[in-house]
């Protein structure tokens, strides 16, 4: 079992509490779905955001955090991915609801 699963799933299962804040305050339809626009398109570059990450890392010298990084890399990507299409679609049901 992969443990980032454990981690970031639930992390991600609390954006319902700002969403919820928000709803409250009466905040307009379009916030939300900027919100879900957000998440989404984070969502379908987290792969090139972390392989930029890793090359500034690689560019500044830090060779052992790089070196962790990419044997990470298979096993945070695919939670950390699925944690931000959790969050898109949390803040589209507060856009419905």
């Not at 409250?24 to 090139?48: D, M, R, Y």
């Amino acid at each position: 079992m992969n443990v980032w699963w454990i981690v970031i799933v639930p992390l991600s299962l609390v954006w319902i509490c700002p969403m919820a804040g928000v709803k409250q305050a009466n905040a307009p339809v379009w916030l939300f779905i900027l919100f879900t626009l957000f998440w989404s398109i984070v969502a379908i570059f987290a792969q090139p955001m972390y392989d930029w990450g890793t090359n500034i890392g690689r560019r500044l010298g830090h060779h052992r955090m790089v070196a962790l990084r990419e044997r990470l890399k298979p096993k945070v990507l695919p939670p950390a991915r699925a944690g931000l299409i959790i969050m898109a679609i949390i803040s589209l049901i507060f856009a419905i609801i």
